[in-house]
């Protein structure tokens, strides 16, 4: 069987300093420099691939320095501190002599405990009566996702009539993959700037820091296997050059998977 791409673009190789090096991939290009979730990826796997890795991601915080040019980096990524059931990562993406990106990561043994999910699977339809957008967004890394927008699409009429930043949007890995703690990590990037949703604008962007909680164990992802996630982002506030975006992804059977904020900067 041939390797799915995003497994391509995520690959590391281990050196004898314990750093890793990988290389960027065309296929989640960007405007300028690769797609964010790509590089959070790359930064996580960092993490997972480490021997000394102990237990599943936690929370992933990676702070955008700088766009990775095309070409080779190097991921150091580091336990700070181990204890009985959580360690603590600090991570770093070089390139030449420049950090590109620097980040943090907590891992932990999951025990088994009351839970409940308390932000409900917003009431939409099915992928299956939901169709793909009929002009989809240049950009490389849009054509590794299959997208199936409920509400909050990109618009088709760049007129600054936007009135609201929330997206909600069936989503899954194009070709279909099962989904695991790296991809998860990388999905969780895929809601386009909502100032480009709220505005109906095109306003220069770029994301400075993102950070992910992982709240699915390594069973639910399995569980999840190949299927649609159902998402949805809004912002809070856009003020003096920077906003914020949160959102969530469940998987089709109601389980919140996954939550993210990040910080956005914008020109006007």
């Not at 791409?5 to 065309?26: C, K, M, N, R, Y």
């Not at 950009?139 to 927008?149: A, D, L, N, S, T």
């Not at 703690?181 to 820091?209: E, Q």
Request: hydrophobic share 40%; proline share 9%; with cysteine.
């Amino acid at each position: 069987m041939s390797t799915h791409v995003f497994d391509e673009a995520i690959a590391l190789q281990a050196q004898p300093d314990g750093s890793w090096t990988g290389h960027t991939h065309p296929a989640y290009a960007n405007m300028v420099g690769p797609f964010g979730g790509i590089t959070a990826a790359q930064a996580l796997n960092g993490v997972l691939q480490h021997p000394e890795r102990l237990g599943d991601p936690v929370s992933l915080t990676v702070n955008f320095c700088a766009a990775l040019a095309d070409g080779p980096f190097t991921v150091m990524a580091r336990a700070a501190r181990t204890n009985r059931s959580t360690q603590h990562w600090t991570i770093e993406i070089q390139q030449g002599d420049a950090i590109v990106m620097t980040g943090t990561a907590v891992t932990a043994v999951r025990r088994e405990t009351w839970g409940v999910d308390e932000e409900p699977m917003p009431l939409c339809p099915p992928p299956a009566e939901v169709p793909p957008p009929p002009v989809m967004a240049p950009m490389e890394f849009v054509k590794r996702y299959e997208q199936r927008p409920v509400t909050g699409q990109l618009p088709a009429v760049w007129d600054g009539s936007g009135h609201s930043s929330l997206s909600q949007i069936w989503v899954r890995d194009n070709p279909p993959r099962p989904l695991d703690f790296a991809s998860l990590a990388c999905i969780s990037d895929i809601f386009f700037p909502r100032v480009f949703i709220r505005r109906a604008t095109h306003v220069p962007v770029g994301t400075v820091s993102l950070t992910v909680y992982f709240h699915a164990s390594a069973e639910q992802l399995a569980q999840t296997g190949a299927g649609y996630l159902l998402g949805q982002a809004q912002a809070q506030a856009f003020r003096n050059g920077f906003f914020d975006q949160s959102s969530q992804l469940w998987n089709e059977a109601g389980v919140l998977l996954v939550t993210t904020h990040q910080i956005v900067y914008y020109k006007q």
